[in-house]
């Protein structure tokens, strides 16, 4: 019979400071700095808000992961917060005085910090300097910096039409206090909300904060040349993943004029290492003019799903800041009609350390593949590689097999299913594709290496668009005989 573990003495006085309010507000200025997270953790599920603004005044911390605690977007448990840092932030000498003193530096809203508050809980110290969540030792006057503003730390998701009421308190809080606090955001996603209400919020953020911009949603280019002189601010974004772009009727002028407008951002941007285009349309015979601006080499590369002419891609090949790139993705772009040179050129600029290459439903014919398999066996650090949506034959996929044999990282491989498993009106038939599946197993054993590869009937581009069952991909594995 298992005998229960008692409370230690440091969590019975803080259930007994718990209880009485004013004791623990005379009593923070001798309360052990282990004390402050539990205390504060039962102040806030207690509802103690007097007890909260006290503790918040006092935090012995750098930082307070308050997003770890709160269920947003309720307004209610950071209100109490607010109103105890407005005295710390206070306007007068006396205001000053005491955010001079203050070791609070970070709010950090973000649902973060379970780490920190499950530590502590267990009332462990191990592991705190490595989450910038140490105490903070006394500082003298000479090194502390008594007007360092506030950090606030949120993750923004604009999904909505209109802000939601988190979000709107935050920034009201917030307007009047703009020289004092500097909101932080890593990362920006953006869904349906209007370009004007984007700009209200991003107008309260530091931009330069921001690492990671999403947006998810169809924009029209007026639009994103809207967003354009705000993503030019974000000068130290990584990440860049822009959804669908529709061109409406403009005048070739006008059009031309909202492209550079977008593209001239690049020049800002110097620390951008993986950029997602899918259907920019407005590149269609311009993407020279993205690619001039990008000022430094990407890791991943993804325009998909638009058209793109052979000048684009010579372009795209000629780019100085491509041959570093880890991932290329250009699924649905047609390359039917462009040399088969081009695309061969491309991959040269790239082999040495492409891993992930994606050529789905590009079109991309027998013979056009037949010119590619030199360089593609040249890609010695290929790790995923789709032709998914591509008319192939058994023929030409016994070559890809036999050429990519020698490429040992590549350990995901998406391909259609051949040519031959499909009746003359694009039904799949699934008695000849299993006998395929076997000829393809027979020739993967005679190559000698074991390989992982699905086979994809979803969709079957020379049918539609129409996905064909089965719509789960096969997984085929060859193991070499012992």
Known sequence: MSVPTPPRLLDLAGMHLIKED????????????????????????????????????????????????????????????????????????????????????????????????????????????????????????????????????????LKKMTLDNFLTYLLRWMEQRKASIHLCCKKLTIFAMPVENITKVLNMVQLDCIQEVQVNWIWHLSTLAKFAPLLGQMSNVQRLLLSRSHVSALEKQEQQEQVVQFTSQFLKLHHLQDLYLDSPSFLEGCLDQMLRCLMTPLDHLAITNCRLTESDLTHLSQCPNIHQLKGLDLSGVTMTDFSPKILCILLEQVAATLQELNLEQCGITESRLESILPVLSCCSQLRTFSLCGNVLSMAIMEKLLSHTTGLFYLSDEFYPAPQESYSPHGALHLGRLAKLRDKLIEIMRDLGRPRAIWLSSSPCPRWSNKTFYPEEPFLYQCYMSA
């Not at 402050?36 to 930082?63: E, N, S, Y």
């Not at 109490?80 to 950090?108: F, M, N, Q, T, Y």
């Not at 030792?137 to 090194?143: C, G, I, L, P, V």
Request: proline share 8%; aromatic share 8%; net charge neutral.
């Open 22 to 157: 004013a004791l623990v507000c005379s009593a923070l200025e001798f309360l052990p700095t282990e004390l402050f997270p539990p205390l504060f953790m039962d102040a806030f599920r207690g509802r103690h808000i007097k007890t909260l603004k006290a503790m918040v005044q006092a935090w012995p911390f750098v930082c307070l992961p308050l997003g770890g605690l709160i269920d947003l977007p309720h307004v209610g448990p950071l209100q109490a917060v607010l109103e105890a840092l407005d005295v710390l932030l206070g306007s007068g000498h006396p205001g000053r005085d005491i955010w001079a003193g203050c070791k609070l530096r970070v709010l950090d809203l973000r649902n973060t910090g379970q780490s920190f508050w499950s530590m502590w809980s267990g009332a462990s110290t191990h592991g705190f300097s490595r989450l910038g969540m140490a105490p903070v030792a006394e500082q003298s006057s000479k090194t502390h910096q008594p007007l360092a503003p506030l950090k606030i730390y949120i993750e923004l998701c």
